[in-house]
T-cell receptor, first 112, second 115 residues
Framework: QQQVKQSPQSLIVQKGGISIINCAYE??????FPWYQQFPGKGPALLIA?????SEKKEGRFTISFNKSAKQFSLHIMDSQPGDSATYFC???????????FGTGTRLQVFP | DVKVTQSSRYLVKRTGEKVFLECVQD?????MFWYRQDPGLGLRLIYF???????EKGDIPEGYSVSREKKERFSLILESASTNQTSMYLC??????????????FGSGTQLSVL
């Protein structure tokens, strides 16, 4: 049973464009939604995270948009750069648990 | 700088062998996790531990066991390796307290091939 569905599986964006990755969750008890970034040969690293008390969180060129009623959240990368080329994972968990449920990942390629 | 170290970057084993994957963290974290990463399936939780000598099953524990004798070390054991256990294995740790609460710190992974 896949509790966090992520799309698209892969994404190709031109430098300077906007990259958008979407995730949907099923469990309404989830209250923590992080995004992890993974470069080849490395483990994932936390990029940005949001809780459902806000609808948007921005850190530099990275923004999470959160829609509680639709049970969806998305990552927007503005002014995408070749250095952003990586695999991105959304995830979700309940604060009462430290157990993260991950999406299936999106491989982003940004071309100059 | 925080560090999660996995003992091997690449490992090749034969079917039926007993395999040990070791993970050490230097952050004094209570929580430790083992995930496997497969293309198109993302990261799936195998086992996790909230404290020394404690372990809990994740979503795909079949064919695996774990050991946590010391706080900083969490071992994943494949009792009898099979070809469907060929995968990238990722260890992670976290603390239930502080500013980095809920943040997972990952190792660089062990790519295991079972022939």
């Amino acid at each position: 049973q896949q509790q966090v569905k992520q799309s698209p599986q892969s994404l190709i964006v031109q430098k300077g464009g906007i990259s958008i990755i979407n995730c949907a969750y099923e469990n309404t008890a989830f209250d923590y939604f992080p995004w992890y970034q993974q470069f080849p040969g490395k483990g994932p690293a936390l990029l940005i995270a949001i809780r459902p008390d806000v609808s948007e969180k921005k850190e530099g060129r990275f923004t999470i948009s959160f829609n509680k009623s639709a049970k969806q959240f998305s990552l927007h990368i503005m002014d995408s750069q070749p250095g952003d080329s990586a695999t991105y994972f959304c995830a979700a968990s309940k604060s009462s648990s430290d157990k993260l449920i991950f999406g299936t990942g999106t491989r982003l390629q940004v071309f100059p | 700088d925080v560090k999660v170290t996995q003992s091997s970057r690449y490992l090749v084993k034969r079917t039926g062998e007993k395999v040990f994957l070791e993970c050490v963290q230097d952050m004094d974290h209570e929580n430790m996790f083992w995930y496997r990463q497969d293309p198109g399936l993302g990261l799936r939780l195998i086992y996790f531990s909230y404290d020394v000598k404690m372990k809990e099953k994740g979503d795909i524990p079949e064919g695996y066991s774990v050991s946590r004798e010391k706080k900083e070390r969490f071992s994943l054991i494949l009792e009898s390796a099979s070809t469907n256990q060929t995968s990238m294995y990722l260890c992670a740790s976290s603390s239930p307290r502080g500013a980095d609460r809920e943040k997972l710190f990952f190792g660089s992974g062990t790519q295991l091939s079972v022939l």
